[in-house]
């Protein structure tokens, strides 16, 4: 069996985080390892709030055009994680009832910010997160830590790669306690926790942050066999 320093290794994928190509598109909310700006935020308004296309699908996006409005919506009440502004527009993250992640520019005036309030506690943290093809648990831990952990897949919904027993597999454990809204881990030998610079190079390492109702999460792409990650934003089940 290879080990997860192998498996990272022979890994060819190269990962790059969801990015803003040129200020003008939104796919997502930045590299954690970065500490970007998130805030979490609810749809408001009538009837149905179109996602708004960015210069990849239009150079001439994102704009107040019907030609700019994409086929995805939300509606009033809808929970969103909010990134980067742009004129009138602010990127956003929406995740569905089946952990589908949708993330695109949305009218500003759609959008209101959650009023701030005090750090997540330890509890605010607790339960199983799921996205596409990845299962988080968290549990109390002894003191303030948590105790963490996941599986993610790569071609688990390809009905030809589980016939050919083709999946790749990945998994997180750490135990650790947050800081205010985040925190960050490296593995070690035998999954030992480790501050992420106590990690080596091939070493998986992790970062999460609690935004709204959601669990943003994040990784290195050393965290199980190729083209694994555990990025993605997170719904508790």
């Not at 970065?34 to 704009?63: H, L, Q, T, W, Y």
């Not at 030809?160 to 881990?185: E, H, M, T």
Request: proline share 4%; glycine share 12%.
């Amino acid at each position: 069996m290879l080990s997860r320093s192998s498996c990272a290794a022979l890994a060819t994928f190269v990962f790059a985080a969801p990015a803003f190509a040129d200020g003008r598109d939104c796919t997502g909310w930045g590299a954690l390892s970065d500490n970007p700006k998130v805030e979490s935020g609810k749809v408001v308004g009538d009837g149905r709030i179109n996602f708004v296309k960015g210069a990849m699908d239009d150079k001439g996006c994102p704009a107040d055009t019907a030609a700019c409005k994409r086929k995805a919506f939300l509606v009033a009440g809808n929970s969103v994680v909010l990134g980067a502004h742009l004129e009138k527009f602010v990127c956003a993250t929406f995740v569905n009832g089946k952990g589908i992640e949708t993330s695109g520019w949305l009218p500003a005036a759609a959008v209101t910010v959650d009023a701030g309030g005090a750090p997540p506690a330890a509890k605010d943290w607790v339960g199983t997160w799921v996205r596409e093809e990845a299962t988080i648990k968290i549990t109390p831990g002894a003191k303030d830590a948590l105790a963490i952990s996941g599986d993610a897949t790569h071609g688990a919904q390809d009905p030809d790669r589980v016939k050919r027993g083709a999946v790749n597999l990945g998994s997180i454990a750490a135990k650790i306690a947050p800081k205010g809204d985040a925190l960050s881990f490296a593995m070690g030998d035998d999954d030992k926790t480790l501050a992420l610079e106590k990690g080596d190079e091939l070493a998986c390492k992790v970062w999460m942050r609690r935004v709204g109702p959601y669990l943003l999460v994040d990784d290195n792409m050393n965290c199980g066999g190729n083209n694994v990650s555990f990025r993605g934003t997170y719904a508790r089940k």
